[in-house]
Antibody, heavy 122, light 106 residues
Framework: QVQLQQSGPGLVEPSQTLSLTCAIS??????????WNWIRQSPSRGLEWLGW?????????DYAQSVRGRITITPDTSKNQFSLQLNSVTPDDTAVYFC????????????WGQGTLVTVSS | DIQMTQSPSSLSASIGNRVTITCRTS??????LNWYQQKPGKAPNLLIY???SLQTGVPSRFSGSGSGTHFTLTINSLQREDSGTYYC?????????FGQGTRVEI
């Protein structure tokens, strides 16, 4: 059974960096069949995919255009986890952030973290 | 980006009814369309993947159909625990995109 456990602060000041970690159990961040994703949800944006990291003989990343330039998703094979960093946050980045596994040929989010409400406020 | 349009945005139905939710995509996604149910305060839960495949553990009253740009999620014999918000999502490529959701009230 795959489990994703999120950790990180729930309050970030404007212009600072949002950092969250997703610890994986029951699978490997280096899996050749999965991608590891960050998704956020807010009333104004709905469910918004932010980006992914995955391993296919080498590491790949891709990010949503809306956050490109501010976002980094990093795998940590020693701890079997992956992390999100979002720089220069504004109140518009306030949302519930989820990590999720996207699996297999068809690609679907079959396992999710518990969600972290991140509020951007001073 | 592939745009997703769900309809209706909300509906109210009675226990035992059949409910149908539609999802249209701005370009063909083949069969790469998934459906999720979300309860308040929880992460979305996968119901249907690849347009019509039932995820393990999901009741058989849920079914999906469609291909290309037009998809439907059907709930036969609606149960009280089926209340929540339903989302479609395409996995044809990146960026992954979601519909805006359909709220189902019992």
């Amino acid at each position: 059974q795959v489990q994703l456990q999120q950790s990180g602060p729930g309050l970030v000041e404007p212009s600072q960096t949002l950092s969250l970690t997703c610890a994986i159990s029951g699978d490997s961040v280096s899996s050749n069949s999965a991608t590891w994703n960050w998704i956020r949800q807010s009333p104004s944006r709905g469910l918004e995919w932010l980006g992914w990291t995955y391993y296919r003989s080498t590491w790949y990343n891709d990010y949503a255009q809306s956050v490109r330039g501010r976002i980094t998703i990093t795998p940590d094979t020693s701890k079997n986890q992956f992390s999100l960093q979002l720089n220069s946050v504004t109140p518009d980045d306030t949302a519930v952030y989820f990590c999720a596994r996207d699996w297999g040929y068809w690609g679907y989010f079959d396992y999710w973290g518990q969600g972290t409400l991140v509020t951007v406020s001073s | 980006d592939i745009q997703m349009t769900q309809s209706p945005s909300s509906l109210s139905a009675s226990i035992g009814n059949r409910v149908t939710i539609t999802c249209r995509t701005s370009q063909s996604v083949g069969g790469n369309l998934n459906w999720y149910q979300q309860k308040p305060g929880k992460a979305p839960n996968l119901l249907i993947y690849a347009a019509s495949s039932l995820q393990t553990g999901v009741p058989s009253r849920f079914s999906g159909s469609g291909s290309g740009t037009h998809f439907t999620l059907t709930i036969n014999s609606l149960q009280r625990e089926d209340s929540g918000t339903y989302y479609c999502q395409q996995s044809f490529g990146a960026p992954r995109t979601f519909g805006q959701g359909t709220r189902v009230e019992i």
